[in-house]
């Protein structure tokens, strides 16, 4: 299951291969699968020697999750099934206005029942997963902290679960981490075992994967990269602290240097780029100085970790090729030659990325054991209701990356 629904379709043979099982007994796998609704098969293709090896692929509909985002200056909700398909989405834009936690997860329900609604013919969602730009503690899936939300002590699962009453479990995670989870099995970092996802927005925040493993900490709260203190006399952080180093290279910064303090927004960033396209020295000179602060914290995380590859998500995707000159050049004068050997890449799956890691943290508890996906009554499993098995229940708990 877990084959199919990362990598893609595969012949009954490929995965007899993969697993090491014979053939007889992938074929009585892929049978328990397709009964339970999780996988479909084709006919495999022709024109080789031998008898065509069926093709086994995720049915998107088999589990599908409610993936949702909460950040600084947007929310979203994404209904994303097995094989990591986004099934629909939505987005909207949330002002920096100081919303309560119960506000935003409000308006936030009514782009869900929206998106639901579309889908009512559709099997349930099965699971609901957030990322948010916050602290998230990994025993009870509350946000401790959301420094540039202006949230503390949020239980933010209870929330989602009470306001949208669907009665499924709720995961809850780090936007960062999340980000580097999809990036990890779908995007920038298949492959590598030790990567670094720099995902940046207002805040700042990293996901790590050391030894093919998340390092997520004693409380689940690595990867806050963005309060390391780079600038001890620097500018007060959202945090209370003084000088941390998404002061100096987040979003706020670049706005503040290219004389467009507190306009902020995606659609700011884009005119500051156009300005640099058009040769505008002032937007030229901030993104450089952008690059060269990017530059100062990644050779820190360069010397802490030595990754092999790291991957620059939101706000850093969107300048990184406006600021890679300035970035390569102060890195080489920063990182120690040995270790400066780390590929820098943007991330691959865009805005979707926290998205996606939401549902895939969702997804991990039935990848694990796919007998235990509910069982819901579908017409297209009429022909194959006599071989069902019963379904051990899944608890709603919260669990958090």
Known sequence: ????????????SDLAN?????????????AELTALGLVHERAGVRGVPGRPSPIVAANPNGITVLALEIFNDSIAAAVIGLGGRI?????????????SPEATVAR?????RTLLEGRADQPPIQAISVAVAGVVRRTDGDLVVGPNLGWRDVPLADLIRTSLSLGVPVFTGNDADLATLAEHLRGAGIGCDDFVCLWGEVGVGAGIIAGG????????????VGHLPLSPEGRLCHCGARGCWETEVGEDAL??????????????????????????????????????WLAIGLAALIHT???????????????????????????????????????????????DGPLIGAA????????????????IDRPEWSSAADRRVAAKEVDATRLAI
């Not at 920063?334 to 050997?341: K, M």
């Open 1 to 12: 299951m877990r084959r199919v629904h990362l990598a893609g379709p595969a012949s009954r």
């Open 18 to 30: 993969y697993t090491g099982l014979n053939r007889s007994t992938v074929g009585d796998l892929v």
């Open 87 to 99: 099934l629909a989405r939505a987005r909207a834009e949330r002002a920096r206005d100081g919303s």
């Open 108 to 112: 936030l329900a009514g782009i869900c």
């Open 213 to 224: 493993r998340p390092l997520s900490g004693r409380s689940g709260f690595a990867g806050e």
């Open 255 to 292: 706005l503040r240097r290219a004389g467009r303090a507190g306009s902020g927004g995606p659609l700011v960033v884009d005119l500051i780029l156009a300005m640099a396209d058009a040769g505008d020295p002032v937007a030229i000179s901030a993104i450089e100085s952008s690059g060269r």
């Open 305 to 351: 970790l030595n990754p092999e590859r790291i991957a620059l998500g939101g706000f850093f995707a969107t300048i990184l090729p406006y600021a890679r000159d300035a970035l390569t050049a102060a890195l080489g004068e920063l990182a120690i030659e040995p270790l400066a050997v780390a590929t820098i890449v943007p991330a691959r799956l865009g805005a």
């Open 360 to 375: 895939e943290l969702a997804f991990e508890h039935w990848l694990d054991d796919p007998a235990s996906v509910p069982l």
